[in-house]
């Protein structure tokens, strides 16, 4: 499985942003898929995920109401809306995906295949 995470860039804060992941993999509708991010000097930590089929999404507190997780099986992409974005919301984003989970894992452990990674930054 291989993932490759497109569309970060610069924008404001207040502005929104669309991540976009392509995985080449024939199987993509029975992956789980997770977004990551991690700051400068910080932990990767869990923004949110989606499950097969797209039936459920889990984001974390920091994210959830701003941030949504949507994903085209025919195309094999999954992708990540942000909006209201905020100065911490900076970061580099990583799409991962497992098998494995029966739905999202906030776990960076529990994702076998990550993406290389798209920086977002949010000025204030």
């Known amino acids: 499985v291989q993932l490759q995470a497109s569309g970060g860039g610069l924008v404001q804060a207040g502005g929104s942003l669309k991540l976009s992941c392509a995985a080449s993999?024939?199987?993509?509708?029975?992956?789980?898929m997770g977004w990551f991010r991690q700051a400068p000097g910080k932990e990767r930590e869990f923004v949110g995920a989606?499950?097969?089929?797209?039936?459920?999404?889990d984001y974390s507190d920091s994210v959830e109401g701003r941030f949504s997780i949507s994903r085209d099986d025919a195309k094999n992409m999954v992708y990540l809306q942000m909006n209201s974005l905020k100065s911490e919301d900076t970061a580099v984003y990583y799409c991962?995906?497992?098998?494995?989970?029966?739905?999202?894992?906030?776990?960076?452990?529990?994702?076998?295949?990550w993406g290389q990674g798209t920086q977002v930054t949010v000025s204030s």
């Open positions: 993999v024939r199987t993509f509708r029975n992956l789980v």
């Open positions: 989606i499950s097969r089929r797209g039936g459920r999404t």
């Open positions: 991962a995906a497992t098998y494995w989970a029966t739905w999202g894992t906030p776990e960076v452990r529990d994702y076998d295949y």
